[in-house]
């Protein structure tokens, strides 16, 4: 069931608002929930569900947006391979 809400925008933004779009109000909805998911109050699998989209529909919509769905660096990712390694060697 969807609900509706107004959204005050400036009157220049109004021609870039496409209507009867439903790719580009997918778009416009996860681009309202992205924040949520960047401060981590609700997770990419949450916010799928919310859309009621794949998790992997939302990461394709961030993603040619230019958001990256893996937000780590490179020490962080090394890092974490390394507790993957360990974890997993532990349980051999």
Do not use: C, W
């Not at 959204?7 to 608002?17: D, G, K, Q, R, S």
């Not at 949450?46 to 859309?51: D, G, P, S």
């Not at 990256?68 to 020490?75: E, L």
Request: charged share 25%; aromatic share 8%; glycine share 6%.
């Amino acid at each position: 069931m969807a609900g509706k809400i107004e959204l005050a925008v400036p009157t220049e933004m109004i021609p870039f608002i496409p209507v009867n779009d439903s790719r580009m109000e997918k778009v416009q909805q996860a681009m309202l929930l992205y924040p949520y998911i960047k401060n981590e109050t609700i997770s990419h699998g949450k916010a799928a569900e919310i859309l009621g989209i794949s998790k992997m529909e939302l990461i394709e919509i961030y993603s040619e947006m230019g958001i990256d769905y893996i937000s780590m660096d490179y020490s962080e990712i090394e890092k974490e391979i390394a507790t993957y390694q360990r974890l997993k060697g532990k349980r051999l």
